[in-house]
């Protein structure tokens, strides 16, 4: 359904280092850096046929999260799940809302982690649960 997701970022050299740490835990590589005709600096991770996205905001004004956005990534396991939030803290994120580990709901079993980037937008690590 998607083809990329695009953030904003005060820091691009602190969201560099942070990115590549965290999306190193699910296989991406380092990000591909460009620079837009305006100058402005961006940076593309590309893995599993989907594209992450950082920039410097194109406006001049100071990149700010989403209230109530949410940008999950897909883990293949609950191990995974636990080392996305680990690197993610232990590179400049914060752990928020409950710990990680698994959650029951109508949508099926899922084991969660959520983070704020250096920047403040809310990233969750996801794994599903196969029904049995």
Known sequence: MLNHVMLGSNDIERSKRFYD???????????????AASGHVRLFYRHDGSSFGLSQPINGEPATCANGGTIGFKCSSPEQVQQFHDVAVAHGGRSIEEP?????????????????DPDGNKLCAVYRVKPS
């Open 21 to 35: 740490a965290v999306l190193g835990v699910l296989g991406a590589g380092e990000a591909f850096r460009n620079v």
């Open 100 to 116: 990680p580990g698994l959650r029951e709901s109508n949508m099926g079993a899922m084991h969660l982690a959520y983070v704020r």
